[in-house]
């Protein structure tokens, strides 16, 4: 192997290993933050005030949203409304859409 393509490769896994870090280290939103206070965003689906956000179902959670970007089983994701920031997975926010 020459030297270029060594050093290529050492390049992208150092690459791709800083990527994987920054993905975990996204900060978690806050509820307070102002996007998610306007879209009526909590951290505990349970505690949606149905009054104020009457399109809320009980089993509605970020986890089966079709928006939600991590896993089923994962705490926290990344949500496109949220750029930069997880949400937790068993939260809730108003634009909500069932995962096909």
């Known amino acids: 192997m020459n030297n270029t393509r060594r050093?290529?490769?050492m390049t992208l896994a150092a690459g791709s290993a800083t990527f994987a870090?920054?993905?975990h280290s996204q900060?978690?939103?806050d509820e307070k933050d102002p996007q998610a206070v306007?879209?009526?965003y909590v951290a505990d689906a349970t505690k949606t005030d149905v009054k104020k956000f009457p399109k809320?179902?009980?089993g509605q959670v970020c986890t089966n949203?079709?928006?939600y970007q991590g896993k089923a089983s994962d705490a926290w994701g990344g949500?496109?409304?949220f750029?930069?920031?997880q949400v937790a997975g068993k939260g809730w926010c108003n634009a909500w859409v069932k995962k096909a």
């Open 83 to 85: 750029a930069g920031k």
């Open 38 to 40: 306007g879209l009526g």
């Open 65 to 67: 949203c079709a928006l």
């Open 27 to 29: 900060v978690k939103l």
């Open 7 to 9: 050093t290529f490769l």
């Open 21 to 23: 870090t920054v993905a």
């Open 79 to 81: 949500c496109p409304l």
């Open 56 to 58: 809320y179902a009980a």
